[in-house]
């Protein structure tokens, strides 16, 4: 009889978190990687077991400690979907961590104090608990298997999952394979957004056109944040599901970056024998970035940022970083000073770092396709009008420091540019030079619906021929019209759209 009770304690113990990582992998089917499965799965098994032991231990008998443990388990897992259901509600005050954090420690301790002092042998309440864990556990193992047998999974990437565009497109031997050097410059707006914002006038159009580039008047991004942006800048074509004013979350940014992990522009580089070099900030299929990757682990916070740590460590984890210290203030001050000095190291590197692959590609003589992402006029904005940094400046939006941001900018476009076209002296070269999406405009603001994709756009050919890029110019057409001059794949310009997105 105890044996059996052990056995029933710990399917319960180990069953709980096996249904949690279930539901999370069926909510998010296609987009948690398996080996962040198992991670999940560990860490949940050792949480369940660390509390089965300690509730054993305070309560005796496996029949009070399975109730015990239980309710832990569901204040561990289920902590964020509480929170969210407060959230903008009646209770929404009650969902502040001031009083929700100190509700939830009192009702624990309220039931460790309950189930000690109840009488009854709890078999019902025991059975009830068994019963729901197995049944849980098979309605999201059977959710598993119809999502895997309908090929759920291919909802993960709204661009051209199936590559449908470039499935016929070979490219002929004969034709001239120019190396590609695509670099894009993160929220840098374009000519009407700094316009009608800042009053500025960019002076880096001029720059380029002296340098032989073709600078567009008017340029759109197909999306306003980035990722969507540069999945259907690469597929060559815009999204599905995906209208103007769709509501976008973190999990879309997860299905965005698992999108550009194969695009229809790298995979068809490589079947025409270029080399490619990653210094983006995600990572391509058989090209891990070179720089620095954002958005590391999202799936695993997609799941994880449900359980009570995990929502605790971000919305406020960083109350705690120097929880310790004598002077908080001080400290989190030195924090941030140091925070804005690596971060102004890691642009400055980065397009210093660039010049010598572009060098490196060129002395390989192979046609190559060089990737560039670069955050400097992406906040935080921590350059002040003379070039200095601010180290007192903060990760928010502060846009009297937009424009000193994009001086910033330009100034070390400028010299790369320059380094890439003597790099390339002589050889078919061609460079394009965008912004991803204009400045993060408040929702509030009109300029949001005029601007929110205002982009800068250039490109460089060596031959200075640029036939299909006119104005206005959508991001969207860049390498549909840039294949068609050079490769001859006939491709149709698309229709200039835009698309603001609302993120929730």
Request: aromatic content about 16%; overall charge positive; hydrophobic content about 45%.
């Amino acid at each position: 009889m105890k044996v059996s009770k052990r056995l029933w304690y710990y399917i319960v113990v180990i069953g709980f978190p096996l249904f949690f990582v279930l539901h999370g992998v069926n909510e998010q089917f296609g987009l948690i990687r398996a080996q962040i499965i198992a991670r999940l799965l560990l860490i949940y098994f050792s949480v369940a077991i660390i509390v089965a032991i300690t509730a054993k231990l305070i309560m005796k008998s496996y029949e009070r400690a399975t109730l015990l443990t239980f309710f832990i388990l569901c204040a561990y897992f289920f902590f964020g979907a509480v929170k969210d259901l407060l959230k903008n509600s009646f209770f929404d005050s009650v969902g502040s961590y001031k009083y929700f954090l100190t509700g939830t420690i009192i009702l624990i301790l309220l039931v460790v104090f309950l189930v000690k002092k109840i009488k009854s042998p709890l078999t019902r309440a025991n059975r009830f608990i068994r019963l729901l864990i197995v049944l849980c556990i098979g309605l999201e193992a059977g959710l598993l298997f119809y999502n895997v047998l309908t090929k759920k999974y291919l909802q993960k990437d709204p661009g051209d999952i199936h590559h449908e565009l470039i499935k016929n497109i070979n490219v002929p031997d004969t034709v001239q394979k120019p190396t590609i050097v695509w670099i894009v410059m993160d929220e840098y707006s374009g000519n009407t957004g700094l316009l009608k914002k800042w009053n500025f006038v960019n002076p880096f159009g001029a720059t380029l056109r002296k340098k032989g580039f073709f600078v567009a008047d008017t340029a759109w991004s197909p999306y306003n944040y980035t990722h969507y942006s540069l999945v259907s800048t690469l597929d060559m074509s815009y999204l599905r599901g995906l209208e103007n004013h769709s509501v976008i979350g973190y999990r879309d940014i997860v299905r965005g970056n698992r999108s550009l992990e194969e695009t229809n522009v790298v995979k068809l580089l490589e079947s025409a024998g270029y080399d490619i070099y990653n210094y983006t900030i995600y990572n391509i299929k058989n090209h891990p970035t070179a720089a620095h990757e954002y958005f590391v682990n999202a799936d695993f916070k997609l799941v994880d940022n449900q359980t009570l740590p995990g929502r605790i460590k971000q919305d406020i984890g960083w109350n705690f970083r120097n929880f310790f210290s004598r002077n908080r203030k001080a400290a989190d001050s030195a924090d941030l000073a140091k925070s804005i000095l690596a971060e102004a190291k890691y642009r400055r590197d980065l397009v210093d770092e660039s010049a010598g692959v572009v060098a490196l590609a060129a002395q390989k003589g192979k046609p190559a396709f060089l990737m560039f992402h670069y955050m400097i006029t992406h906040e935080p904005f921590i350059y002040r009008p003379d070039g200095s940094l601010d180290l007192s400046s903060g990760f928010g939006m502060y846009p009297d420091r937009y424009v000193p941001s994009i001086e910033r900018a330009n100034e070390a476009l400028s010299g790369l540019i320059d380094s890439i076209q003597a790099a390339y002296k002589g050889k078919n070269l061609v460079i394009i030079l965008q912004g991803d999406h204009g400045y993060k405009f408040d929702e509030s603001d009109p300029l949001f619906e005029q601007e929110g994709c205002s982009i800068f756009y250039a490109v460089y050919c060596s031959d200075l021929q640029y036939p299909d890029w006119k104005n206005p110019f959508n991001a969207a057409n860049g390498f549909r019209v840039l294949f068609n001059k050079y490769f001859q794949t006939n491709l149709p310009v698309l229709e200039n759209r835009s698309f603001n997105l609302f993120y929730r």
